[in-house]
């Protein structure tokens, strides 16, 4: 079943015995985990929830705890972690988990017991057994990351829950900054709302003011900071990034990246090409391309032919150990803001 099917069920009170939930979108799982939670026990009954690690606990030990009538309210909920032998290559542990009394339990849960398994693995072996007993007798859902492309609506679905409204300029930046990253959109979104206020609007500016700074969102100001010729600026931002274990490589593969889009869509605005023309020939984010129709206009072609070169030999220097990576970055910055010739 998909997450919105899975958690719309336990939203209406709908709770199977045994659920499966596998995929590496932590967002869906704790989604579904909280609705289920909150369908079994009352607010604050902790007696009634019990949570197993299994890469430390045999499954038979769980399932024992699971047909234990519970000491106080009706039913009880058991959390499931880790279920590594659903992997195709099991990890390997210092026992044995006994599959068969799995299965023997799927064929006929407790009553008074719900069981959650949570997999959080990109794939489960669906040939096994135990996985084909799962999707027969239990509730499985797939909580794999979104497609970048559904992006777009989820911060859409979001900011409505959230009761906030987010400008278009906005929304661009989050689309592209957090593409096909849905925890982290909400992480953020939570964090805007929270600044808006109920019923308020997402800017530009708080986006940028309060997101946490990815990777490729510092590129971006770095780019900035070398049209600005603001050295100081470009130190300041390259710093920031070495604090989140960037490597000067991986830094140069980033300006590289937007330095060729500025080049490829000024080439292509000579062209006469239009902007949705360009998207689909550079195969990129519409943001990309409108970002760099606004920075293309600050660069001839010959001086971004000339950053592209500074930026390859940068690159090589590196690589072949002629300079230390750490101070070739910042000349490779002092370089790249020193006025073209």
């Known amino acids: 079943m998909s997450y919105t099917e899975v958690l719309q069920q336990a939203k209406k009170q ?17 989604n579904i985990l909280k609705s289920v939670t909150k369908a079994v026990l009352e607010d604050g009954d902790d007696e009634n929830l019990s949570v197993y690690d299994l890469e430390e606990i045999p499954v038979q030990e769980v399932i024992a ?3 234990t009538f519970p000491f106080f309210g009706e039913k009880k909920l058991i959390i499931a972690n880790n279920p590594s032998f ?9 026992f044995d988990h006994d599959l068969e009394r799995l299965n023997q339990y799927l064929n006929q849960p407790a009553e008074f017991s719900v069981i959650v398994f949570v997999a959080p693995y990109e794939k489960i072996d669906t040939r096994k057994k135990v996985s084909k007993a799962f999707k027969k007798n239990g509730t499985v859902a797939e909580c794999m990351p979104i497609k970048e492309y559904e992006t777009g609506k989820w911060i859409s679905e979001l900011a409505k829950n959230m009761n906030i409204t987010i400008d278009k300029n906005a929304f661009e930046i989050l689309e592209t900054e957090l593409s096909g990253d849905l925890h982290m959109l909400q992480n953020e979104l939570s964090k805007f709302a929270l600044f808006a206020g109920e019923g308020g609007q997402v800017t530009a500016e708080t986006v940028e003011n309060l997101m946490a700074q990815s990777t490729n969102n510092s590129a971006l100001r770095l780019v900035d900071a070398v049209i600005e010729s603001n050295l100081h600026k470009a130190i300041s931002i390259y710093k920031n990034l070495e604090k ?16 060729r889009t500025i080049l490829r869509v000024k080439l292509l605005k000579q062209k006469g090409y239009s902007q949705f023309q360009m998207q689909k020939q550079l195969s990129v984010h519409p943001y990309v391309i409108k970002i760099a129709i606004s920075r293309e206009r600050k660069f001839s072609v010959k001086r971004l032919e000339e950053i592209m070169n500074k930026l390859t030999e940068a690159d090589a220097s590196i690589k072949r150990g002629k300079m230390q990576k750490e101070l070739a970055f910042e000349l490779l910055l ?3 803001i020193q006025p073209a010739k």
């Open 244 to 259: 989140m274990n960037e490597e000067p490589i991986g830094m140069i593969a980033l300006l590289a990246f937007q330095f």
């Open 334 to 336: 002092y370089d790249l």
């Open 86 to 94: 659903l992997k195709t290559k099991p990890d390997k542990l210092p």
């Open 14 to 30: 709908q709770i199977a015995p045994v659920y499966l939930l596998y995929g590496t979108e932590s967002y869906f799982i704790q």
């Open 65 to 67: 705890d699971a047909e």
